[in-house]
Nanobody, 114 residues
Framework: QGRLVESGGGLVQPGGSLRLSCAASGIMFSISTMGWYRQAPGNQRDMVASITSAGSTIYADSVKGRFTISRDNAKNIVYLQMNNLKPDDTAVYYC????????WGQGTQVTVSS
């Protein structure tokens, strides 16, 4: 059974950086499309960034130029490097894997505040 475990969240000041990691097990990671989503209180869960098995990436307009998604197929890990963080980036960040089935992680809290 597939499992995704996120890590790297925390409290950071505006303008700061964080790197989220998502470790995958029990899935066909190298051929899965991996994504990061986020959900703030009272809001829907929205896509932040996605990377295909071929390495093609897409980003939400709100994070373009600040966030970078990458993957390490040898380690079954997908990363989200977040720079120049803003208070509006505060949310629970979820990792998602897609290949026939969809898997979600449990989420990691990111809080951007001074």
């Amino acid at each position: 059974q597939g499992r995704l475990v996120e890590s790297g969240g925390g409290l950071v000041q505006p303008g700061g950086s964080l790197r989220l990691s998502c470790a995958a097990s029990g899935i066909m990671f190298s051929i899965s499309t991996m994504g990061w989503y986020r959900q703030a209180p009272g809001n829907q869960r929205d896509m932040v960034a996605s990377i295909t098995s071929a390495g093609s990436t897409i980003y939400a307009d709100s994070v373009k130029g600040r966030f970078t998604i990458s993957r390490d197929n040898a380690k079954n890990i997908v990363y989200l490097q977040m720079n120049n963080l803003k208070p509006d980036d505060t949310a629970v960040y979820y990792c998602r894997a897609l290949y026939v089935y969809v898997y979600w992680g449990q989420g990691t809290q990111v809080t951007v505040s001074s």
